[in-house]
């Protein structure tokens, strides 16, 4: 069992920086692939990032790459997005999710477990 808290969203202006972080509990969650998802209103929760359990490998969706980096800390048992040139498009609910999967799938339905959520919003 993972259980998953997000904290660091908020308001910023077009081009700030903001860094996300995940709070995970569980004695596994150094086996677990770690990932991020956002969700705008009336759209599909969407992939951002993700990051394997062992060995660093990532994962980006192409409208965020150069501007996100993901990275764990296996000993704080916490996952961070830190998202560099925010654009009005990155305005959504940050989601970060767990799945003790070998590779690192891009699919939500791959995920076991989920945070609550947190808000980012850009203003142009």
């Known amino acids: 069992q993972v259980q998953l808290v997000e904290s660091g969203g908020g308001l910023v202006q077009a081009g700030a920086s903001l860094r996300l972080s995940c709070a995970a509990s569980g004695r596994t969650f150094s086996r677990h692939v770690m990932g991020w998802f956002r969700q705008a209103p009336g759209k599909e929760r969407e992939f951002v990032a993700a990051i394997s359990w062992i060995g660093g490998r990532t994962s980006y969706v192409d409208s965020v790459k150069g501007r996100f980096t993901v990275s764990r800390d296996n000993a704080k048992n916490t996952v961070y997005l830190q998202m560099n040139s925010l654009e009005p498009e990155d305005t959504a609910a940050y989601y970060c999710?767990?799945?003790?999967?070998?590779?690192?799938?891009?699919?939500?339905?791959?995920?076991?477990?989920w945070g609550q959520g947190t808000q980012v919003t850009v203003s142009s």
């Open positions: 999710a767990a799945t003790p999967s070998i590779g690192i799938p891009t699919n939500f339905w791959s995920y076991d477990y």
